[in-house]
């Protein structure tokens, strides 16, 4: 521990040394007598004072937690020898909040006697958090000195965004061979009616329509739509993050990814994950409970790295996006490169979904003439990027951070399926 | 009320006290201020209010610089005030108790500006601690009080003893910074 002496231990010895001083250079005892108890306290808190050798030990009671949760902290102190002031600061990380008011303890720690001190942290924001060492701060007795040292070993949390149920989200327009949930445009082995057509050699006897063949006189057979899985990839826009009050675009729209993976891995889909941005981030799709682990594992260490490259999605590894599969797009539709790799996106064939997190929220105007001017004219910018997709067949749903995401998704539902009786 | 505000204004009433008390007494025949003035009272009137004021400051700052000039200013105040009495000279080792109180005070409310949740008997072992440094330092400054006339108030030993005082602190902060060097 590194040890500091206060401004008042050379107050107070000069104080001593001026009282004794004017008292031989006056003639007067009295400045002596008044000199002479900061003399005393001087001696006294020099006398007093021992470096102090604290032992520390942290526990936490887990290191992965999900968003809103708390986890508690717990050091075990010890001292070689009596400390009469020992304050304890937790470093709290800025996306966590210390419950209970104050980060900072005090407490006397006597010599050779353990004492607990415990904290709660609130995890306000998923992500990979590191949780810093305890600082302590010994004071002596008099406050004439303070020894500065942190404890324990440092540690990595890892908070992981807490995902919303979703009962619907969108769905692909083509699906894959595997089995699963999702209703198949074509027709083949499966439980919901399709068609009807003339019977062929090599047609299964049990798909025969008796009541349609009765009454043409010709055999006819009942066509049915297969349950296939589909491929989904989140694309996840890491090139813009819009802030305030703490609060950022790109904080919902990783819970929105989450809520998302969570959602289409339950329904058996294959999910791939693409964080595009100054540095590329891709998980291949794949299905199952493991993914979902390997993809929240991913999203909270997504982060905005600043980059000047113009980057298009020739970057993108191609089996991260299998053919036929949906591109669901979680982005602010600010940066340029992301509105352009979309288009790419969407003018090679991929079926592509925008979900556009709403950065209007975190943007407020400026008081003066010319800045709501700015602001009304980059509406209109964002509402014309926007027509631009939907010219394209690209559904776009508006999410207004803090909103529940499934009514969301569900108005884009229903834009996907007109979008697909137009251009499908 | 917050600790800090608390020990601030005991601060600054202890400062007031000595002020007003100098300052009151100033006036009296055989005090340094009446000799030197017919008003009397202005010199240690105006380092008593020139002394609140800077605590005043060093507590709103809050900065512990000032208090040193503070402490110098009062007992400035107080020598120039009291009258050359025996009386006023034992009291004197009261006064020196007094201010150190108000340094003691002053800067314990300057530490409360990083203080959390601190556990309660912390700072009512401090205030035991101050009453007992200060009591002890009282006990101490009475002792060459008890019988002035004793004591030879110039010569050779008196430098000699205040020589010895000077060194001896010198030595002791000496051994104590010996004491706290960098552990390797």
Redesign the interface.
């Known amino acids: 521990m590194t040890s500091t002496v206060s401004s008042k231990l050379a107050s107070y010895a000069a104080l001593g040394a001026a009282g004794l001083l004017l008292a031989l250079v006056w003639g007067r005892p009295e400045a002596a007598a008044l000199g002479l108890p900061f003399i005393v306290a001087t001696l006294t808190g020099l006398a007093l004072v021992e470096r102090p050798s604290v032992q520390a030990s942290i526990a936490l009671d887990r290191d992965r937690l999900l968003e809103g949760e708390d986890i508690h902290l717990t050091v075990a102190l010890t001292s070689t020898s009596d400390i009469p002031w020992l304050q304890v600061a937790w470093p709290v990380p800025p996306t966590m909040s210390a419950s209970g008011g104050s980060d900072i303890l005090g407490l006397r720690l006597a010599a050779d006697q353990a004492a607990t001190i415990e904290t709660v942290l609130t995890a306000n924001r998923w992500g990979v958090v590191p949780l810093g060492r305890p600082l302590l701060r010994a004071h002596d007795g008099l406050g004439f000195f303070r020894f500065e040292g942190s404890v324990g070993e440092g540690r990595i949390l890892r908070i992981y965004p807490r995902p919303e149920t979703l009962r619907r989200a969108l769905t692909a327009a083509e699906t894959q061979i595997f089995s699963g949930n999702e209703l198949s445009r074509v027709r083949g082995d499966g439980i919901e009616f399709a068609d009807i057509r003339p019977f062929v050699a090599g047609d299964r006897p049990r798909h025969i329509n008796w009541r349609m063949s009765s009454r043409t006189g010709r055999l006819h057979i009942n066509q049915m739509h297969p349950e296939r899985n589909t491929d989904v990839v989140i694309f996840l826009d890491l090139f813009s993050d819009v802030r305030s009050d703490g609060r950022g675009t790109l904080d919902y729209a990783v819970r929105a990814a989450a809520s998302m993976a969570e959602h289409y891995l339950a329904r058996r889909e294959r999910v791939g994950i693409i964080g595009f941005g100054g540095v590329l981030r891709w998980l291949m799709p794949a299905m199952g409970s493991t993914q979902i682990y390997r993809i929240v594992d991913a999203l909270i260490d997504s982060e905005v790295v600043l980059s000047h490259s113009w980057r298009g999605i020739d970057v993108i590894p191609p089996r991260t996006l299998p053919p036929k599969s949906l591109v669901v797009a979680l982005t602010t539709l600010l940066d340029g490169r992301v509105i352009d790799a979309l288009l790419d996106l969407r003018a090679r064939g991929f079926d592509l979904a925008v979900v556009e997190v709403m950065a209007e929220e975190f943007a407020v105007p400026g008081s003066h003439e010319a800045a709501q001017l700015a602001h009304r004219l980059w509406h209109m910018d964002r509402a014309a990027t926007r027509l631009r997709y939907r010219r394209l067949g690209v559904p776009i749903v508006q999410w207004r951070p803090g909103e529940p995401l499934g009514p969301a998704l569900a108005a884009g539902r229903q834009y996907d399926r007109w979008n697909r009786w137009l251009h499908g | 009320m917050a600790p800090r505000l608390i020990t601030a204004a005991l601060a600054l009433a202890g400062a007031a006290v000595i002020g007003v008390v100098s300052t009151a007494v100033s006036t009296d025949a055989g005090s340094v201020a009446a000799t030197v003035s017919h008003n009397g009272f202005m010199i240690p009137g105006l380092l008593s209010v020139a002394a609140l004021g800077l605590l005043a400051v060093a507590m709103a700052i809050p900065d512990?610089?000032p208090?040193?000039l503070v402490?110098?200013l009062l007992?400035a105040a107080?020598?120039i005030g009291?009258p050359d009495t025996a009386a006023w000279?034992s009291l004197?080792?009261v006064?020196?108790?007094w201010?150190?109180a108000v340094?003691?005070l002053a800067?314990?409310s300057l530490?409360f500006r990083?203080?959390?949740?601190?556990?309660p008997?912390?700072h009512v072992?401090?205030a035991a601690?101050?009453a007992a440094?200060?009591g002890?330092?009282?006990m101490?400054?009475l002792i060459?009080?008890l019988d002035?006339s004793a004591?030879p108030?110039?010569g050779l030993e008196?430098?000699a003893a205040?020589l010895l005082?000077?060194a001896a602190?010198v030595a002791?902060?000496a051994?104590?910074a010996w004491?706290?060097r960098?552990?390797r």
């Open positions: 512990g610089r208090i040193l402490i110098a007992g107080w020598l009291i000279r004197t080792a006064a020196g108790g201010l150190l340094a003691e800067y314990w530490d990083v203080a959390g949740n601190d556990q008997d912390i072992r401090r601690t101050i440094l200060v002890a330092s009282i101490l400054a060459p009080q002035l004591i108030v110039s008196l430098t205040g005082a000077a602190l002791v902060a051994v104590m004491r706290l960098p552990s």
